[in-house]
């Protein structure tokens, strides 16, 4: 988690929710990595878009 938040912190990404990224993910798992690629990109269209209606 630690690694994941910091590499999204230096490309400008701060999720505002990671709950469903809190379970065991295997390094040679190349299946359980696509998931969760997929998983944070969902995750950080998410956050996009409550930030920009919170501002509405």
């Given at each position: 988690?630690l690694t ?31 998931d ?14 409550r ?6």
């Amino acid at each position: 988690m630690l690694t994941l938040a910091y590499v999204l912190e230096l490309e400008g990404v701060r999720l505002d929710q990671t709950g469903p990224l809190q379970t065991t993910r295997y390094a040679d798992d190349a299946v359980g990595a696509a998931d969760l690629a997929a998983l944070v990109s969902v995750l950080i269209r998410s956050t996009h878009h409550r930030a920009t209606r919170a501002r509405c």
